[in-house]
RNA sequence: GGGCCGGUAGCUCAGUUAGGGAGAGCGUCCGGCUUUUAACCGGACGGUCGGGGGUUCGAAUCCCUCCCGGCCCGCCA
């Protein structure tokens, strides 16, 4: 029985082994101590981590898990807790698993403090001034789902902001099972946890003292929730672990500067009426939950995710869920921060990227810190191009055709932006360049678009029908792009007669030109006529284009122009040109 | 102050598993597309791989050290 108990002995009989939650960091993991570093190359960081999980020899279901405490506004660095999860729950999905992914929205969290924004329903960021913010206000104190939604559509702020979550992964096809916190408390889950918990307050004092100064000989990591007012308090009494409850004291909260006032209530709890700190919470969700797998963001990685690993083998007596952290992401060099205004919600990223782009750049490495800009917003879809033109084959980019072969089928696998006809060929899909799309995003007529597009060469008598409606897609995405950051491609061809005006020479210049294109010419004849009409009237050829930008765009620049005009409808082109409509 | 993670071309990034040619796209510049005008094509320019030291025949890659940035080391999550 002793070499059994040594063999399977639990984690605190190999001190050694390592910890860090930097699974995609250390080069030199894991070389001597045969735990795993005799693993196979992977050219996806998505294999490495799903190595990891292997190796524990994990029950089926496999339990990945992210989460989040309710705040403001549900931004897209949300998404990686749901895209990092995701892509490992794939992998091993395609090895044969079945595998759950849940979300936990931590909703018997209190509201600390206001925020200063807020996202509605269809992902809108809006002020306090918008909502009913008293409805905030007053219940400052109280967990979220105790707080009734400020838009007066759910039946708690909580719940608001979990739908928009939820929401948000199945705009990105991501299917998560969506857990309350305070479900979980309510409905009795968390009980056994937090009676461990309670029924061995000396020990969860040592381990946890070791990382948090204020834990003292009169701690006890329970919150329960005030009978009389509502709000989470912080001190409790007594414990009775025969009758499974608490005797609290509803005293004042201190939130940074501020001080959340308790009403003074003296009243008894049972173990579901109240939560545990944070530190403890999340053992105790990988305990109940089972969770094999955790992607979280750099914050906890030195702070809770410690302290975590080693409650949950003294208190729980479990094995930590694998861990990952990733990086975070700045948006346009700024840090996400809702109340500076400068974030981003899945809708708004939607109306400029195809949902497979922004798959991809979640399934970019997580220990990179990446800007995600949306001025220059083509560079991502340039480069998610030549990804998907590297897993064709269509790439001489040994590097980047390794990557593409794992990660992209994952990638675009579940995107609710592909939606093909089954006999379709993946490889006849079509992506006009973004800034090319952005140009079409020029005119309004689809007919027109999809002919400039044939022009180009982009399309053509074998582009099959669905390729050409998910490239004319990209169009209205990189239209609104253009508009969203107002640059050089926000200019849109005017159906009215701009309020210009031009001199002798180049007004002469244009009625022979409109002559020219009223007898019938080409796009490329019309380009070459510029020139020479330009020349006939002595004025300059930059002028001349600059007059047909502004009479067409009601901007002194454009694209190619005479084989612009050469597209569209002839009496217009000739009217507009004799500045008559 | 301590710990962790990052730092490769103007920009966005590959490449570090397993030491050997410093790369891609975009931008810029030049040229081509019958004659400068943003879509297309070709070419060029562009980097002390954050600095320094070490190991090695050879280092972006391994080791040490320093610099810069982010995060954590109070509370909360």
């Given at each position: 029985m002793t070499d059994e108990a040594s063999r399977d002995g639990d984690a605190r009989a190999r001190p050694d082994c390592d910890d860090s939650p930097h699974i995609l960091s250390e080069?030199?993991?894991?070389a001597e101590d045969?735990?795993?570093?005799?693993?196979a190359f992977h050219a996806f960081w998505a294999d490495v981590v799903a190595d990891e999980i292997e190796a524990r020899d994990p029950d089926d279901p496999i339990v990945i898990k992210g989460g989040v405490s309710p705040s403001g506004v549900a931004h897209v660095g949300n998404v990686n807790e749901v895209m990092r999860g995701y892509f490992v729950a794939e992998v091993l999905r395609d090895r044969g698993h079945e595998v759950r992914q849940l979300f936990t929205s931590?909703?018997?969290?209190?509201?600390r403090k206001l925020p200063r924004k807020l996202a509605n329903a269809d992902g809108e960021i809006v002020g306090?001034?918008?909502?009913?913010a008293g409805a905030l206000g007053r219940n400052l104190g109280k967990p979220y789902t105790a707080i009734p939604d400020p838009f007066g559509e759910r039946e708690s702020y909580a719940a608001h902001f979990a739908a928009l979550l939820e929401a948000d992964a199945e705009r990105l096809g991501v299917p998560v099972e969506m857990v309350s916190n305070t479900e979980l408390y309510a409905d009795g889950t968390f009980e056994d946890a937090v009676r461990t918990v309670l029924s061995d307050l000396e020990g969860v004092r040592e381990t946890l003292g070791k990382y948090q100064d204020?834990?003292?000989?009169?701690?006890?990591?329970f919150n329960p929730v005030c009978a009389e007012c509502g709000k989470v308090t912080e001190t409790v009494t007594a414990v009775d672990l025969e009758a499974g409850t608490v005797e609290y004291a509803c005293t004042d909260l201190e939130v940074g500067d501020d001080v959340i006032e308790g009403c003074g209530h003296e009243g008894t709890a049972t173990f579901r009426e109240g939560k545990l700190p944070w530190r403890l919470e999340w053992p105790a969700q990988w305990d109940v939950l089972d969770v094999d797998f955790e992607p979280f963001g750099?914050?906890?990685?030195?702070?809770?995710w410690p302290s975590g690993v080693d409650l949950a083998r003294t208190v729980f007596g479990i094995e930590p869920p694998v861990p990952m952290v990733y990086e975070w992401f700045t948006l346009g060099g700024e840090a996400l921060s809702s109340s500076a205004g400068n974030v981003v919600t899945v809708p708004e990223l939607l109306e400029i990227l195809e949902p497979e782009v922004v798959r991809y750049f979640f399934a970019l490495h997580p220990k990179k810190a990446r800007d995600l800009d949306l001025e220059r917003i083509d560079q991502l879809v340039d480069r998610f191009d030549r990804f998907e033109e590297a897993y064709f084959?269509?790439?001489?980019?040994e590097e980047l055709t390794r990557f593409a072969e794992r990660a992209y089928p994952f990638v675009?696998?579940?995107?609710?932006?592909i939606d093909r006809?089954?006999?379709?060929?993946?490889?006849d899909r079509v992506r006009f360049p973004y800034t090319f799309a952005a140009v079409l995003g020029m005119v309004e007529d689809r007919e027109l678009r999809e002919q400039l597009a044939r022009d180009e060469g982009?399309?053509?008598?074998?582009?099959p029908e669905w390729a050409v409606r998910e490239a004319l897609a990209r169009v209205e995405r990189a239209r609104t792009w253009a508009e969203r950051?107002?640059?050089?491609?926000?200019y849109r061809l005017q159906t009215a007669l701009p309020d210009v005006a031009f001199d002798g020479d180049v007004a002469a210049a244009l009625d022979d030109l409109a002559e020219f294109v009223a007898a019938g010419h080409d796009g490329e004849a019309i380009q070459a006529e510029m020139y020479e009409t330009a020349r006939d009237h002595g004025i300059e050829v930059a002028d001349f284009f600059e007059a047909g930008y502004r009479l067409?765009?009601?901007?002194p620049q454009g694209p190619r122009l005479g084989e612009f005009l050469g597209e569209l409808e002839r009496e217009f082109v000739v009217a507009r040109l004799r500045r008559e409509a």
């Open positions: 080069q030199a993991r894991g045969g735990t795993s570093g005799d693993d931590d909703d018997r969290d209190p509201l306090l001034g918008d909502v009913d204020k834990v003292d000989d009169e701690y006890v990591p750099k914050d906890h990685a030195e702070g809770s084959g269509e790439v001489d980019d675009v696998g579940g995107s609710p932006g006809p089954a006999d379709a060929d993946p490889a982009h399309v053509d008598d074998d582009t950051t107002d640059n050089e491609y926000n067409f765009f009601d901007q």
